[in-house]
């Protein structure tokens, strides 16, 4: 039924999509190091001791030839591999034919709609693309950890302004404290939302699984919020719009070199022998060519 | 002369074009907290020993409201600040308007033109646009640390096959000696580029300006292998080529939405209210709606 098309586009994803959005999509993201792996790992654990069956999928930014050997070092995936109400997928997003929000977007419109009640996204929280996935679900974490330096400040700066909750793992190491307030003063200088949600900020240990429970309850907190206060439909909506935009992109581009000749063969050949620059390439399969 | 055109273009840039393609290109990138801010400091200072001017454009995974205070943070730029030899500008990755590459592109092209020799473009390395901008410079460097774990082996690998340099900073810490044979390992497992390059892993301290002028030779040495070998055509080929698709699709969603009624604001509000999928929305834009 899932077939790829022309542009990448999975051509029967528009038939599951009736059977789509009942799923909590729930977005983790932070700087390297923070430790989301486990922190994800005792989520899931946590949700299924709720009952919840739980897809996850873990945007990696490997390369294709190393892709298998960060995939192999996915430790935490064994703790739930025999269990069925637990799909795992790791994305790498190297090698992607379409946008990273619409590929993603695909992968959990198909869990969604396969039925599982919590589809969880894990991406590290610096790029852009990746940034902008997690802001695609409808609960947002943003993971820190202590003494992680001031780069990780800048980092955390950009990507402030997504999370529904914050995250400050290691809880235990010196400077747990520090980092939530400094988090909170980042958070008081956030402009409001107008979304009347309290955005908390939580101290968990992953490793020892403490907080985890509180962090559940947080998800199920926000999930309510969001459905009371018609955020779910609004999330829903600039999930969309992102989508239709990415696919127009890609399908108008596809339809304009299928309208030239030799499918633009001859102009890219022109821009590879320094002929052309690509904007006069652009100008040419356009058809808008100027002196 | 450069302005904006609908779709974000420089549309004075072809004007510059003929003037570019004589800057070494630089790309330096790494995790957070590998020191990367520092490392370009000391090289540019090195740059300016040798009587080479600099332009460096560092990519912020910034949001517009913290945009302000990162760039406030970066005290490295004081020190260049008086020398008319430097140019330093902070491009923000967030409300672009255009994709990363070709904005970037944009940027080092006019320092370029500009008559820069060396043109540094810093980001993190971690998400998947990043890794490309800095693909496309004509040598790329990855900085690592010691001791920074598991996740960091993952974005290493992410960003392995684009070094062309690998340097070790903080190379006083423990552990570094460990992870320039984990880096060698690595190395060793990259399938060749034929290019007939040994790539180098140096440990430096930047801090303390140790290692730089080797890691400088390292360039030089690296910019007359790609002259001789045909590299530098071949890197802005591709750099070419990825600029022109990212244009194309731009200018063809943008033509698509011009071309249909009311600028396409009809779909967007069918879309927005629920009524129709984005790929219908798209379908419709393009007038192949299905049944």
């Given at each position: 039924m899932l077939e790829e098309g022309e542009?990448?586009?999975?051509?029967?994803?528009?038939?599951?999509l009736p059977d789509a959005g009942r799923a909590h999509l729930l977005g983790i993201?932070?700087?390297?190091?923070?430790?989301?792996s486990t922190l994800v790992d005792r989520v899931v654990s946590e949700l299924r001791r709720r009952n919840k069956t739980v897809g996850v999928i873990a945007i990696d930014p490997s390369s294709p030839f190393s892709g298998g050997a960060i995939l192999g070092d996915r430790v935490r995936m064994q703790t739930h591999a025999t269990d069925t109400g637990v799909f795992i997928r790791s994305m790498a997003t190297r090698g992607q034919l379409g946008g990273l929000a619409r590929t993603s977007f695909e992968a959990?419109?198909?869990?969604d709609a396969m039925g599982y009640d919590v589809v969880l996204i894990?991406?590290?929280g610096v790029g852009q693309d990746e940034v902008d996935v997690v802001e695609l679900a409808h609960t947002t974490t943003v993971v820190s950890i202590p003494g992680m330096g001031d780069d990780i400040q800048a980092i955390k700066a950009?990507?402030?302004?997504?999370?529904?909750?914050?995250?400050?793992?290691?809880?235990?190491?010196?400077?747990?404290?520090?980092?939530?307030?400094?988090?909170?003063?980042?958070l008081?200088?956030?402009?409001?939302?107008?979304?009347?949600?309290?955005?908390?900020?939580?101290?968990?240990?992953?490793?020892?699984?403490?907080?985890?429970?509180?962090?559940?309850?947080?998800?199920?907190a926000h999930r309510a919020h969001l459905a009371s206060s018609g955020g779910l439909v609004r999330k829903a909506v600039r999930r969309n719009e992102r989508v239709f935009h990415e696919l127009l992109r890609e399908r108008t581009a596809a339809q304009a070199l299928h309208a030239v000749e030799g499918g633009g063969e001859p102009v890219l050949a022109a821009l590879r022998a320094g002929e052309i620059d690509p904007y006069t390439a652009v100008d040419r399969v356009l058809g808008e060519e100027h002196d």
């Open positions: 542009d990448g586009a999975l051509t029967g994803l528009r038939t599951l993201t932070g700087p390297p190091g923070a430790g989301k959990t419109t198909v869990l894990e991406t590290v950009g990507i402030l302004e997504v999370g529904d909750c914050f995250v400050v793992n290691k809880a235990d190491l010196p400077g747990a404290e520090r980092v939530a307030m400094q988090l909170a003063a980042m008081h200088l956030r402009e409001s939302s107008g979304e009347n949600w309290e955005t908390p900020i939580l101290k968990v240990e992953a490793e020892k699984a403490r907080g985890i429970d509180q962090l559940v309850d947080i998800y199920e």
